[in-house]
């Protein structure tokens, strides 16, 4: 069980009006376990938030997960982080697994794993709680690092805003294998297949300012962890 799930959280989300699968729903999943691990793996999400003049906005960010609730976090001056806050906003997260080459371009596609998540964040007001969430950001994407950082400052907290989303209303929609044969286009003599993709972390470079030119084990042999 990841840091922070209730032990009551369903292993199921209920799927919603809004976040019932129209397009594809065979593709469509609502297992938390499958959604988490799409959460975790991905480190960045784009985050759609409604403007003050009421126009659509899509901002890209990283997020962490934290047991049922997504974190996200920002300059307290980014319009993102005041315009998320107590409002509804939709956050989808990425993972693009290949290029599906099909008989026909209209039957190319990708291979991905993705999340959609619908609803109000709350800002995590309580200094101590702002200050742990800012540690597990960087411990959840690094673990180790904070031991090797000084503590933030009560400047820094202040300057940062914390948001936690609930993971309460979310789908993941998930498209695999190869790409969907026609069989009245059997005549093509066309190459079809899956061109894999994959994200890798490369060998560390050690700043010019590092003031250690040993590299922490948490750097070299960097893994994205599993919560
Ligand atoms: C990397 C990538 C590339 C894609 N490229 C295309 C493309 O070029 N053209 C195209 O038409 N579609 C593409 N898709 C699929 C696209 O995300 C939508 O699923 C699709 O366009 C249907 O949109 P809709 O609003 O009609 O879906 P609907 O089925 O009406 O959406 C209803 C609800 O289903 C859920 N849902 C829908 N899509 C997703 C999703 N991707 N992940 C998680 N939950 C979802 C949401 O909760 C949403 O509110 C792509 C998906 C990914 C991940």
Redesign the pocket.
């Known amino acids: 069980m990841g840091v922070g799930v209730n032990e009551h959280t369903p292993s199921e989300i209920q799927p919603s009006n809004?976040?019932?699968?129209?397009?594809?729903?065979e593709r469509?999943h609502f297992d938390r376990a499958l959604i988490n691990s799409i959460l975790d793996e991905a480190i960045v999400s784009h985050v759609g938030i409604t403007a003050n003049d009421g126009s659509a906005v899509v901002i890209p960010t990283l997020h962490v997960r934290r047991g049922d609730e997504l974190l996200l976090h920002g300059s307290a001056a980014s319009r993102l982080l005041r315009s998320a806050q107590a409002s509804q906003i939709c956050v989808?997260i990425?993972i693009?697994d290949g290029l599906v080459l099909a008989q026909t371009a209209f039957h190319h596609s990708?291979n991905?794993?993705?999340?959609?998540i619908?609803g109000t964040p709350k800002k995590v007001t309580d200094l101590q709680e702002a200050d742990a969430a800012l540690n597990y950001f960087v411990d959840g994407l690094i673990p180790g690092r904070m031991a090797d950082m000084r503590p933030n400052t009560e400047k820094e907290i202040r300057a940062t805003t914390v948001l936690s989303l609930p993971i309460s209303e979310?789908?993941?929609?998930v498209?695999t294998g190869p790409p969907s044969h026609d069989p009245n286009e059997e005549t093509s003599e066309t190459w079809t297949g899956v061109i894999p993709i994959t994200t890798r972390y490369g060998h560390p470079k050690t700043s010019n300012h590092s003031n250690s030119h040993l590299l922490p084990d948490y750097a070299s042999n960097y893994e994205r962890p599993t919560p």
Do not use: I
């Open positions: 809004q976040t019932t699968l129209k397009r594809h729903p469509g989808t990425t693009v990708l991905y794993r993705s999340v959609v619908f979310a789908s993941a929609k498209r």
